[in-house]
Nanobody
Framework: QVQLVESGGGLVQAGGSLRLSCAAS????????MGWYRQAPGKQRELVAN???????NYADSVKGRFTISRDNAKNTVYLQMSSLKPEDTGVYYC?????????WGQGTQVTVSS
């Protein structure tokens, strides 16, 4: 079993920055892809960014140039540095981690960007 725990959400003004962290724990040999998704009220969950174990990254067009995903494999932790935040970035941010063919999710952390 794998547990993912997010931290770092909060309330920030437009133009501000936040850094999210997600630490994985449990019994596993290796985490493969890790990523961040978000869900705004009334909308479907969407991919924000993901990162392979090799370090290759992928971003949603809406966050390119503003968000940076990174990971520390030794700590089984993934980070999301968010800058130039916009009100439309508001939502619950979920961490995702893949072990073998299984996907695991964190409980989510709220990010609110005020205008």
């Amino acid at each position: 079993q794998v547990q993912l725990v997010e931290s770092g959400g909060g309330l920030v003004q437009a133009g501000g920055s936040l850094r999210l962290s997600c630490a994985a724990s449990g019994t596993f040999l290796r985490l493969n892809g890790m990523g961040w998704y978000r869900q705004a009220p009334g909308k479907q969950r969407e991919l924000v960014a993901n990162i392979a174990s090799s370090g290759i990254t992928n971003y949603a067009d809406s966050v390119k140039g503003r968000f940076t995903i990174s990971r520390d494999n030794a700590k089984n932790t993934v980070y999301l540095q968010m800058s130039s935040l916009k009100p439309e970035d508001t939502g619950v941010y979920y961490c995702n981690g893949q072990v073998l063919v299984y996907n695991y999710w964190g409980q989510g952390t709220q990010v609110t960007v005020s205008s």
